[in-house]
T-cell receptor, first 118, second 112 residues
Framework: NAGVMQNPRHLVRRRGQEARLRCSPMKGHSHVYWYRQLPEEGLKFMVYLQKENIIDESGMPKERFSAEFPKEGPSILRIQQVVRGDSAAYFC????????????????FGPGTRLTVL | KQEVTQIPAALSVPEGENLVLNCSFTDSAIYNLQWFRQDPGKGLTSLLLIQSSQREQTSGRLNASLDKSSGRSTLYIAASQPGDSATYLCAVPFILNYQLIWGAGTKLIIKP
């Protein structure tokens, strides 16, 4: 059973370009979470999605950032017109549901995509 | 505001020592607490997860404790080895919240 897959692992963009980060959850998982880790900082929640629905996007910057999790295919985190401050590691996690047998289920993390904006 | 704090930010000890990493959280209404390890430039490795009803969890040389009432968790590493060198992160899902709130991490260096 493959774990959470993220690609690309490393992405370099110039200022003003678009960045697309992909996340394939573990098999059977329909809940996806995106986190961002700025250099020398902890992770910060960005968005929580279920298939075709955004459940909580309270951590997403108001502009340039969007996320989707279509019925078929991976979840996509899209950053338009990237700036140097977007350089960070972006981690995706998945879970079968937020709950397992009445207790909070764990989230399984992918290896991350390291975005560098030149 | 729901926050997670880790102390110290960095720690360097000789090989073989036992050590304790600390994590504190501002709200006792949590589902669980999880400790992760992150190697430089790498992803996250889950070490231990303690449910809110539990007091501790053990895995090999690692032991994590949880005291919800005081808002504290500790990660105890016995007989440290150079391979334990990494950044250790704790993360908490607060009640009625889907997201994990993360501490900034403790960067651990074990000197041979």
């Amino acid at each position: 059973n493959a774990g959470v897959m993220q690609n690309p692992r490393h992405l370099v963009r110039r200022r003003g370009q678009e960045a697309r980060l992909r996340c394939s959850p573990m098999k059977g998982h329909s809940h996806v979470y995106w986190y961002r880790q700025l250099p020398e900082e902890g992770l910060k929640f960005m968005v929580y999605l279920q298939k075709e629905n955004i459940i909580d996007e309270s951590g997403m910057p108001k502009e340039r950032f969007s996320a989707e999790f279509p019925k078929e295919g991976p979840s996509i985190l899209r950053i338009q017109q990237v700036v140097r401050g977007d350089s960070a590691a972006y981690f995706c996690a998945s879970s079968p549901s937020p709950w397992a047998s009445g207790i909070r289920d764990t989230q399984y993390f992918g290896p991350g995509t390291r975005l560098t904006v030149l | 505001k729901q926050e997670v704090t880790q102390i110290p930010a960095a720690l360097s000890v000789p090989e073989g020592e036992n050590l304790v990493l600390n994590c504190s959280f501002t709200d006792s209404a949590i589902y669980n607490l999880q400790w992760f390890r992150q190697d430089p430039g790498k992803g996250l490795t889950s070490l231990l997860l303690i449910q809110s009803s539990q007091r501790e969890q053990t895995s090999g040389r690692l032991n994590a404790s949880l005291d919800k009432s005081s808002g504290r968790s500790t990660l105890y590493i016995a007989a440290s080895q150079p391979g334990d060198s990494a950044t250790y992160l704790c993360a908490v899902p607060f009640i009625l919240n889907y997201q994990l709130i993360w501490g900034a991490g403790t960067k651990l260096i074990i000197k041979p």
